[in-house]
């Protein structure tokens, strides 16, 4: 190599290390390799630098999937809110469930978080999340009920959809055909009917169900709930 091109390559400046820098590479490898992946060492290596340089961005392990989750929760996209509450609530569960279809590894690291999330910005989904909820007409104490029911539904829709369901549409690359089929073989024939009849009567029906008319459906019974309870509440 040249002398000249070797003194350029040694000029060309290194990117200055951040922790948003850190915690990017940090989400980018828990979505593309999965939540096991993302180690100190790994992340080191996906932004070039040794593993103990990490520790001037972030304090430990702990704190990178603590800086993971507030990053996604920034993610969210505030509907407007000047239109009635229902139909808030409706485009902000549609945009929740599409936050976590982009990151569902990030709802295990929820699970084994041992404190409260703190961060300011990555608070505010919550926040708009129970102040339309409060426009039902309903109380604090029963707008934190609402706000967990449709927050469950929206993390297990999202954990079917990105798992090997029978319902089709799912994110993996077997899937169930309308005849029964997974990866060629015949599921109706692994199933007994005599003691299973109404799984195997709904199969078909579980196959060909488009994940999110069905999200959209249960959404809808949910939102209509609210609506009942409120106006029994008044």
């Not at 828990?30 to 990490?54: I, N, Y």
């Not at 041992?114 to 604090?140: H, K, N, S, Y």
């Not at 319902?167 to 009917?193: C, E, F, N, W, Y």
């Amino acid at each position: 190599m040249p002398a000249h091109t070797k003194k350029r390559e040694a000029e060309t400046p290194r990117e200055r290390l951040t922790r948003d820098r850190v915690v990017e590479a940090a989400l980018r490898i828990m979505d593309e390799e999965g939540l096991d992946a993302v180690t100190m060492r790994r992340v080191a290596r996906e932004v070039g630098v040794e593993a103990m340089s990490l520790y001037h961005h972030v304090r430990d392990k702990e704190d990178l999937l603590d800086a993971i989750c507030a990053r996604v929760m920034q993610e969210f996209r505030f509907p407007e809110e000047d239109r009635p509450w229902i139909e808030v609530a409706r485009d902000g569960a549609r945009e929740w469930r599409r936050v976590l279809r982009d990151h569902p590894n990030v709802m295990a690291v929820w699970a084994d978080r041992q404190r409260p999330m703190t961060d300011l910005e990555a608070l505010m989904p919550m926040e708009f999340a129970l102040r339309v909820i409060g426009r039902a007409g309903i109380d604090e104490r029963a707008s934190v009920q609402v706000f967990n029911v449709i927050g469950g539904y929206i993390m297990g829709v999202v954990m079917m959809e990105v798992g090997a369901m029978f319902s089709a549409g799912t994110t993996r690359d077997q899937r169930v055909d309308l005849h029964g089929k997974l990866g060629g073989a015949d599921i109706l024939a692994m199933l007994p009917a005599d003691r299973l009849p109404r799984l195997v009567a709904s199969l078909p029906y579980l196959a060909e169900c488009d994940p999110d008319e069905q999200f959209e459906y249960g959404l809808e019974l949910l939102l209509a709930g609210i609506q009942a309870k409120a106006a029994t509440a008044d």
